[in-house]
């Protein structure tokens, strides 16, 4: 049974968050909200999270997971920016963007693209993710909660806690965090290939 943490979405509770994190040390999976919605986290240590993580969402090995980063410092341990690239990324974070970028060796293997030995970073602007990720001191390896046969991502947490009580270990909830997905930017071959418009204004990396 999934513990249930309800969060102020402002000023989220320490204890509450240090829980949270707790459950992600012992390699954990949790619900947690973004500036984009829900998502589904765990350590990036955490082969079984993964797996996890894609047979709830019923996908393959081939889904591009994301390494949600609390600053800019964290983010640049795992990805290579060229100068072009570190400005368009730095302009927009934190926000509901995704960037697909070529990953440094600190990321492990079996978390790149398996052939572009990519991955994919962002900064949210939410502050209970971010609090969560200050507490955790490392990117959360995350995908976005659309469940199988869904159109739209969940957005309830106590929703989520009744219909994934038994696949997580903990749900956080905060309140209305929002449907719309985040835009996704691919920067693999040096230049901006938009891949998903969401969330973010996609103006500065259209054609």
Not at 17 to 46: E, K
Request: aromatic share 6%; glycine share 8%.
């Amino acid at each position: 049974m999934a513990k249930y943490f309800d969060v102020h979405p402002v000023d989220p509770q320490a204890r509450r968050i240090a829980q949270a994190v707790q459950i992600l040390r012992d390699g954990g999976l949790i619900a947690y909200p973004t500036d984009s919605g829900f998502a589904l986290g765990c350590s990036l240590d955490n082969p079984d999270g993964r797996s996890r993580i894609l047979r709830i969402r019923g996908l393959d090995d081939r889904h591009h997971f994301t390494l949600v980063c609390a600053d800019f410092a964290q983010l640049g341990q795992f990805a290579q920016l060229d100068n072009t690239v570190f400005r368009a990324v730095k302009s927009h974070t934190p926000g509901p963007y995704t960037f697909i970028v070529p990953a440094t060796k600190q990321v492990p293997r079996r978390l790149l693209h398996p052939k572009k030995r990519t991955v994919g970073v962002r900064i949210p602007d939410h502050p209970v993710v971010r609090a969560l990720l200050q507490a955790h001191g490392e990117p959360i390896l995350s995908s976005t909660l659309l469940m199988p046969g869904d159109e739209e991502p969940m957005t309830d947490g106590w929703a989520i806690k009744e219909r994934l009580d038994h696949v997580v270990d903990a749900v956080i909830d905060s309140g209305e965090c929002g449907l719309e997905p985040t835009t996704v930017v691919d920067f693999s071959d040096g230049y901006a290939e938009l891949i998903r418009v969401g969330a973010g204004d996609p103006s500065d990396f259209e054609a």
